[in-house]
């Protein structure tokens, strides 16, 4: 089971842990404002947090949610010429609570209350750079293998300058 998640804005990159053994490293995609707590930046926030809910489990890839629900619809082509203006959020949906209080929980700085999610993307050529209104974006076949994967309560660090040699030292045996 992946137990630790860690997440390098500078990188674009996710890396999962399991018993201190780097598991799998994700392309993913943060927030095109840049990493940031505040309510309505469209930043994404940093520091500590936990999976707080697992939202999907058995949905078929590309399952469009919409308010945590599934709308019953499947992401195709003529879905996105039909709705341009959704942010698609497909697949699964892993929502992210901040633990580090008046940083990214509570107050105008609450990563849940601010609805940010570890989720499947529409736009996965775009994955690799900032995209996102906030969450963190990845390929539906990760997000789906990570959630399949993924310890409850998982903790997820999200650093916006740790480099891969870095984590890697820090979280390895």
């Known amino acids: 089971m992946i137990d630790y998640l860690h997440v390098s804005i500078a990188e674009q990159r996710m890396y999962a842990f399991a018993n201190q053994q780097l598991w799998r490293c ?15 930046s469209g930043c994404t926030p940093r520091g500590m947090h936990y999976i707080r809910a697992k939202i999907g489990a058995d949905l078929p890839q590309g399952a469009v949610l919409r308010g945590r629900r599934w709308t019953g619809e499947v992401y195709s082509p003529q879905l996105q010429q039909a709705h341009p203006e959704r942010d698609w ?19 105008d700085c ?7 999610y570890i989720h499947g993307t529409a736009d996965e050529g775009l994955l690799g750079q900032p995209y996102s209104h906030g969450c963190i974006r990845m390929h539906n076949k ?24 870095e984590i890697l030292r820090s979280h390895t045996i």
Not at 110 to 116: A, E, N
């Open 142 to 165: 990760d997000i789906i293998e990570l959630y399949n994967h993924l310890a409850d309560a998982c903790p997820v660090e999200i650093c916006e300058h740790t480099r891969e040699a």
């Open 110 to 116: 609450d990563t849940f209350r601010r609805y940010i």
């Open 89 to 107: 959020i497909l697949s699964r949906i892993l929502w992210l609570s901040g633990t580090e209080l008046q940083r990214n929980r509570l107050g």
């Open 26 to 40: 994700y392309t993913v995609s943060t927030a095109l404002n840049g990493p940031g707590e505040r309510n309505g």
